[in-house]
């Protein structure tokens, strides 16, 4: 059974960078199949949609997001990674991992559990 | 950019009702929509791709149709584990969600 676990630092200072992994077991990255994509949610509010990485290395990015972020793969470890560089309040949120199905039309259907990350000095 | 717009924003119903929850794109997505349930303190789950595909596990009282710019989801009998925001998702795009909860 496929399961993502996300992992980093709770807490991030303003303008500094947010680094999150998500371990991915029971299944590859490596898989032709799939994607690999990040979401946030602050609180109380709706999802936001980061990026996506696909094994190969290609990545695509939420256009408002793009400047700050970047997703990465190392598929040695079975993981993919996410950086928000320049991080403020607005950036406090959960954030999940997710199994991405689909090419251009795609849907997330295998997530994380979330972990919370707070911006705040 | 796709705008999903959803409502109504809150849904207040009894369990054995039937909820009608809609979603509907700024333009034509042909039929590539998803839904999505989450309860507090949980991840987002997904019920419904392509605008009427359940996923795998996913009790047949949750249905999805539409196409174009107008989806609805439908929990034809609410059961109490039901009472949860919903959301749709096009892509990057996803709707602001609909809360179902108890009246």
């Known amino acids: 059974q496929l399961q993502l676990q996300e992992s980093g630092p709770g807490l991030v200072k303003p303008s500094e960078t947010l680094s999150l992994t998500c371990t991915v077991s029971?299944?590859?990255?490596?898989?032709?199949?799939?994607?690999w994509c990040w979401i946030r949610q602050p609180p109380g509010k709706g999802l936001e949609w980061i990026g996506s990485?696909?094994?190969?290395?290609?990545?695509y990015y939420n256009p408002s997001l793009k400047s700050r972020v970047t997703i990465s793969a190392d598929t040695s470890k079975n993981q993919f990674s996410l950086k928000v560089s320049s991080v403020t309040a607005t950036d406090t949120a959960v954030y999940y991992c997710?199994?991405?199905?689909?090419?251009?039309?795609?849907?997330?259907?295998?997530w994380g559990k979330g972990t919370t990350v707070t911006v705040s000095s | 950019e796709i705008v999903l717009t959803q409502s109504p924003a809150t849904l207040s119903l009894s369990p054995g009702e039937r909820a009608t929850l809609s979603c509907r794109a700024s333009?034509?997505?042909?039929?590539?929509l998803a839904w999505y349930q989450q309860k507090p303190g949980q991840a987002p789950r997904l019920l419904i791709y392509d605008a009427s595909n359940r996923a795998t596990g996913i009790p047949a009282r949750f249905s999805g149709s539409g196409s174009g710019t107008d989806f609805t989801l439908t929990i034809s009998s609410l059961e109490p584990e039901d009472f949860a925001v919903y959301y749709c998702?096009?892509?990057?795009?996803f709707g602001p969600g609909t809360k179902v909860d108890i009246k």
């Open positions: 997710a199994r991405r199905a689909g090419d251009y039309y795609f849907y997330m259907d295998v």
């Open positions: 029971g299944g590859s990255i490596s898989s032709t199949s799939y994607y």
């Open positions: 990485i696909y094994y190969s290395g290609s990545t």
């Open positions: 998702q096009q892509r990057s795009n």
């Open positions: 333009q034509s997505v042909s039929s590539y």
